[in-house]
Structures are given as C-alpha cells and as structure tokens.
C-alpha cells in the first residue's frame, strides 16, 4: 500500500499600486521596486503525493488549469508527480497577485507534505524566480511574505531584495475587476517598460518622503495615468468612487480597480462601484507578520 503525504498552505493576495523594473542578467537579482497592499484574504492549497500518481494535476476552484509559475514552482521544489488543488474567491490574471499567490501557497505545501524544511524565505525566493522565468511577475513574492502597505525598496529575490512598510490600521479595500491583462505583454514592451520606471521612480520617491496610504492612493493614480495603463473604464469607475468621496486607482497590472473610503462615505462609494461590477470586499492586513 502506497504512502500518501498531504500538506496545506496559504498566501494572500496582492495589489500592487506602482512599481519600477528592475532588470538583469542574473534572475536573482531582476525584479521590481515599488509599492503594494497585501491582503487578508488569498489562495488557500492542499496537495497530495503519492506514488499512484502519473503526473502532476493542478486543479482551480475544482476545475484543471495551467500557471506556469505554479507548474514551475513545482518543478523547483518536487520531481514527483503531485495533486494540487487550489482554492480562492479572487480572480487570477487581474492584477490581484494570484499568480505569486498560487505559487507560494503551493511551495508552502509541498514544504509540509514532503517534509523539505525551507524555510519561507527560501520558498519566497523559488516562487519568485518562477515568476520572473516565466514572465509572470516581478515582486509579489517578496511582498507576500508580509502583511500590510509593503514598500519593495531593493529588487530581487526574497531574500536580496529589502522591504520597508507603510504604518496603517487595518482597512477595507473594495475592488472591481472589469478584465484581464497579461503581465508579460507589459513587462516585455520596451517602450512601456520606459514608461513604468519614469513614473514609478518618481512615485517610489514620494512614497518614501510621505509615507501614507492616502498618498500610496495618490501615488497609485498618478502612475497609472501617466503610464498609459489606466483602461478607459476603469478611469471612469475612479472617477465615480472620487464623486463619491472615495480614493481609487488600477491595481497594477490589471484591469481592475482598488478603492478606500471611510465610514461616511463607505456606502456610496460601494454602490458607484456595483454600478460596474461585483465588489470584493478585502482587508488589509495589519504589521509586518511572517505568513
């Protein structure tokens, strides 16, 4: 009778408001600097591992599917063919970090089922060189092994790159996503890779001089405008979450949209938001705590 190694792991989501690529030679050191939410809620994974298995099986909220910063991440990790079963109510590929997010939640639980003993910096690390090789992100990992507003001041892998954070109470953050964009499509264009590290530098180094989160809102529009990033409907759902008394911009990169508010105006910005979709309610998390 075969042996049967299972192992659970978690990761949350992430909104990256504005960032700056950070290219080289040596992928341990390429990445990106900027700034991000990382959230509450995430990709929660179970994995199975035994020898009746053929090959690998990576299922989505039940359904197969193919990410190849998880199906690399696994590679990493495992030769052994494992069951991988993903779970989460947030959307993949609309700027959200559900890539780096499955990712990492998978290291975590091939880490417990195969009794690897890494520690979460070094799984951080291997996620994040899956995504860099595969194109499908640049810094979610890092910022995923924290909790709270992460700035990324140093690029690179966990454990090369450094962080700092924005002191903040937990808050609600609502979200609409309106599409998908694919992150390698940007990340490859050289002219709007030009335009990233302008307006991201300039961003990057206001944040630092103000660190809030409502100039990390301010921040956020203002790069995704002066990109061209912004989508023509995500611009007028921003505008309408203003009116409304609310502070919004696109998480990056994706079509989709991020807003605060406070008490006051909470239930008008929610409905100008369900005007254009269903609203995600998601917290923030609090401190800088390991996962």
Excluded: W
């Excluded at 979610?140 to 090369?160: E, N």
Aim: proline share 3%; charged share 20%; hydrophobic share 40%.
């Amino acid at each position: 009778m075969s042996e049967i190694h299972t192992g659970t792991g978690f990761a949350p989501a992430h909104i990256t408001g504005f960032f700056e690529i950070h290219n080289h030679k040596d992928l341990q050191y390429k990445g990106s600097t900027g700034c991000g939410l990382v959230l509450d809620q995430g990709v929660k994974t179970e994995i199975r591992a035994d020898d009746t298995l053929k090959r690998t099986r990576v299922l989505l909220n039940g359904s197969p599917v193919q990410v190849d910063a998880i199906n690399t991440a696994i590679d990493m990790l495992t030769d052994l063919p494992v069951a991988v079963n993903i779970r989460t109510n947030i959307p993949l590929g609309c700027g959200l970090g559900l890539s780096g997010a499955g990712a990492l939640s998978v290291a975590y639980a091939l880490n417990q089922a195969l009794s690897l003993s890494y520690t979460s910096k070094h799984l951080a690390d291997i996620v994040h060189l899956a995504e860099v090789n595969t194109g499908s992100g640049l810094g979610d990992a890092t910022a995923q092994l924290y909790r709270g507003a992460v700035i990324r001041t140093k690029p690179g892998k966990p454990s090369k790159g450094e962080v700092d954070f924005i002191p903040s109470e937990k808050f609600t953050v609502y979200v609409v996503v309106l599409g998908n964009v694919s992150t390698k499509s940007v990340i490859e264009n050289r002219e709007m890779v030009d335009r990233i590290n302008s307006a991201g530098g300039k961003a990057h180094s206001l944040i630092l001089k103000r660190p809030t989160i409502d100039n990390f809102m301010e921040q956020s529009k203002n790069f995704a405008m002066e990109t061209g990033l912004l989508k023509d409907r995500a611009k007028d759902l921003i505008e309408a979450i203003e009116l409304s008394g609310g502070k919004a911009s696109q998480a990056m990169i994706g079509d989709t949209v991020f807003a605060i508010t406070d008490k006051k105006t909470k239930n008008e910005v929610y409905d100008s938001m369900s005007e254009f979709g269903e609203v995600l309610e998601l917290d923030s998390g609090t401190g800088c705590n390991t996962i």
